[in-house]
Structure formats: C-alpha cells, structure tokens
C-alpha cells in the first residue's frame, strides 16, 4: 500500500502520466486485430478535492525526449485484450527539479518482450497487467538514486538487492554466454476513460 501511494504522486504530478489508445476497434467483446499505442504525455491527470482522478479528460501523445511511444498489436477476447510481445519503452522523472535535483534524474520502464493484458469493465475502465522482462538495475533504479538514505532511512540494501536480482534473472538472454541480464517483471494498471491526442501524421513533401 505504501508503494502504492509513493508511486501515485508520481502520476498525479504528470511525471509518469502514460495513456493507451486504441485503434482499428470494430468491437470491445471480440475483434482479431487491432492497434494499441501505448505512450507517455506532459498533460497531468485532473484530480478531485478528495486526489482523485477524473474521467473524461483530455491528453496528448508525446514522443520527444525523454517521453515514449510504443505502437502494440493486439487482440480481444471476450473483453479482454492482450498484446504480442515487444520491448515497451516508457519514461520515469522522479521529481521536477532542475539539472542539480538528482530527483529530475530521468530513467525508464523498460520491458523487454513486453505485454500488456487489460479486461475492459461496465463502467469504462480498463484494469490488467504489463509484463515482460526488466534490465536487473532497472528494478532498483529508485533506492540507487537515493543513494546513502536508502540505506540508513529505508534499510534497503542495493547491493545486496542487485545480487539476488541477478541469481533470480530470467530473461535478456545473451546468445553467446547464456547468462541472463533481465528479471520477470509486471506492474498493474487501471486506467480512466479520456480523451488522447495522438501525434498529427507526418506529411512527404515532394523534392523539388
């Protein structure tokens, strides 16, 4: 619950605010194919008086350093729908200090061979899971970053963390050695009605 909270800021403040789009949708109960654009956005969620987050509002793709856009294929199946698997790339900014604040350093959700897996429910939302293998130093990119104080405030132990992360890795396999560099990772998501705007077509302009 805790984590929960702490990481909750983080979208309430739009450092993390990410938005999914889907496209080429004939139906919400069964459709073989459709297009699932999974992205980061500046625009901050609206919030009620009590912190929580309203429906119904509006946001905008963004692909420009340090944010991501990741373009899914996927399916539905009796409401549930699920991507193929594909690297996901989606940006973290723990804080919004300047260049000095080690808080604005930026770092990623990188999941490799990612998938999500999100059932659509009555009242709009859509509640799952996004799977798929993480860079073992990424697991720990938050502790590491506290650097000292997440020893002696939290207890946390990175070294310590690192090591079993790397005994526990399953994935990132490398072809030549064999040795894995990635863990089996998910986090969990729910997400609102909204309305998001994509990134405009680019346009091909004749050579002249």
């Excluded at 990612?114 to 073992?136: E, H, K, N």
């Excluded at 405030?153 to 030549?176: E, Q, S």
Aim: charged share 25%; with cysteine; hydrophobic share 35%.
């Amino acid at each position: 619950a805790e984590a929960d909270v702490g990481l909750r800021q983080f979208m309430a403040s739009g450092e993390w605010t990410q938005v999914i789009l889907l496209r080429g949708v004939n139906s919400l109960g069964n459709d073989p194919d459709v297009e699932v654009i999974y992205a980061n956005t500046p625009d901050r969620p609206l919030a009620d008086s009590t912190g929580k987050f309203l429906r119904g509002a509006s946001f905008t793709i963004s692909d420009k350093p340090p944010r991501n856009r990741n373009v899914l294929k996927g399916r539905i199946d009796n409401g549930v729908l699920t991507t193929e698997p594909q690297d996901i790339v989606l940006t973290q900014t723990w804080g919004q200090g300047g260049a000095r604040d080690i808080r604005g350093n930026r770092t990623k959700y990188d999941f490799r061979k990612g998938r999500i897996r999100l059932a659509f429910q009555p009242d709009g939302s859509v509640t799952g899971m996004l799977g798929g293998y993480r860079p073992v130093f990424d697991v720990i990119q938050s502790p590491a970053i506290g650097g000292v104080g997440s020893a002696l405030v939290a207890g946390i132990d990175c070294a310590g963390y690192l090591r079993t992360l790397r005994h526990l890795a399953d994935g990132i396999r490398d072809p030549k050695t064999g040795k894995c560099s990635g863990v089996s990772s998910a986090i969990r998501i729910r997400a609102l009605p909204a309305f998001v705007n994509d990134l405009p077509a680019k346009t091909k302009t004749a050579a002249r």
